[in-house]
Nanobody
């Protein structure tokens, strides 16, 4: 079973930056889209950003658009999330997700369409 491995989380002050990385545990694993979700304590998991390799299209939640940038290496199935101008409300466990089937742009924000998930990495933004 392929696992996704996230890294790059940590503690940062308001206004600071972090860069999250995610890669599959198996090099031969291919994906059609990869995404980042997050879950804050006591809240439901929410969509953050996604990228679809075939069209290089990206999607962002309104709460992070303009501050976060998703990018990646399709050949290596690596995805990154550059987070700038961080706010305390960005504090959450961030999860990487991947799909290796057919995925529409409209579905990219829905967690249930992704078949593979990472263990999560904690991001804490202090005020």
């Amino acid at each position: 079973q392929v696992q996704l491995v996230e890294s790059g989380g940590g503690l940062v002050q308001t206004g600071g930056s972090l860069r999250l990385s995610c890669a599959p545990s198996r090099r031969t694993f291919s994906t059609s889209a990869m995404a980042w979700f997050r879950q804050a304590p006591g809240k439901e998991r929410e969509f953050v950003a996604a990228i679809k390799w075939s069209t290089s299209s990206t999607l962002y939640d309104d709460s992070v658009r303009g501050r976060f940038t998703i990018s990646g290496d399709n050949a290596k199935n690596r995805v990154y999330l550059q987070m700038n101008s961080l706010k305390p409300e960005d504090t959450a466990v961030y999860y990487c997700a991947a799909d290796n089937g057919v995925i529409t742009r409209a579905a990219m924000t829905r967690g249930e369409v992704y078949d593979y998930w990472g263990q999560g990495t904690q991001v804490t933004v202090s005020s």
